[in-house]
């Protein structure tokens, strides 16, 4: 009897001291996983990150740059001014952008003679934008990259004669080779020579 009675005692010491050690891992705000005996952090969880009205291109590159798969950058109402290259490399794939009702990429007058975005990365999309080229030289977006999908947009005043420039221009060299991307549900229109090419230029 006095054995049981021990035995009862142990499991109730057990018992409070792994209490408090849940307890105190709770407060500290870390994950208990009894899967892990290590505890080893979580790894960076997708995040949704907005860019205010009367941004420029560094702040824009600054948001992608820090991006992972799957983080969606959403860009307010306004006017976003373009002065250099949005670029999306290789390796630097599956994230989305996204504008809300009235947000407007523009290219700022006479800043660049490129488009306004390079994709070289793969899974990227660019959902609900309107880009305005400001009839400026070159195309309003080059994908050069695999799998991506322009959609719901808008994209107009692409190029002039000094430099042609197509609205969307789908790349067809590269190694790997462009292919499998998507353009569904945009109006790509008023861009200087076509609005949607699958030829380099």
């Known amino acids: 009897m006095k054995s049981n009675i021990t035995i009862g005692r142990y499991a109730i010491i057990l018992f409070a001291i792994f209490s408090v050690s849940i307890s105190a891992c709770k407060k500290s705000g870390k994950k208990v996983n009894p899967d892990n005996d290590s505890n080893e952090p979580d790894k960076k969880?997708?995040?949704?990150?907005?860019?205010?009205?009367?941004?420029?291109?560094?702040?824009?590159?600054t948001l992608l740059n820090s991006a992972i798969a799957g983080d969606v950058i959403i860009l307010k109402e306004g006017s976003h001014y373009i002065t250099t290259p949005i670029r999306l490399p290789a390796g630097k794939n599956n994230i989305t952008i996204r504008?809300?009702?009235?947000?407007?990429?523009?290219?700022?007058p006479n800043t660049f003679n490129a488009a306004a975005f390079?994709?070289?990365?793969?899974?990227n999309t660019i959902d609900l934008i309107e880009l305005d080229g400001g009839n400026l030289p070159?195309?309003?977006?080059?994908?050069?990259?695999?799998h991506n999908t322009i959609s719901n947009s808008k994209i107009h005043n692409c190029g002039n004669n000094a430099a042609l420039g197509a609205g969307i221009l789908i790349h067809n060299t590269g190694t790997p080779v462009c292919s499998f991307?998507?353009?569904?549900?945009?109006?790509?229109y008023y861009n200087y020579m076509v609005g949607v090419s699958q030829n380099g230029h």
């Open 45 to 61: 969880e997708n995040t949704v990150t907005y860019l205010d009205a009367n941004s420029n291109s560094t702040d824009f590159q």
């Open 99 to 108: 504008g809300e009702k009235g947000a407007v990429i523009r290219k700022a």
């Open 118 to 123: 390079e994709i070289t990365g793969n899974y």
């Open 138 to 146: 070159e195309a309003g977006i080059i994908i050069y990259g695999q």
């Open 181 to 188: 991307n998507t353009v569904i549900g945009c109006r790509v």
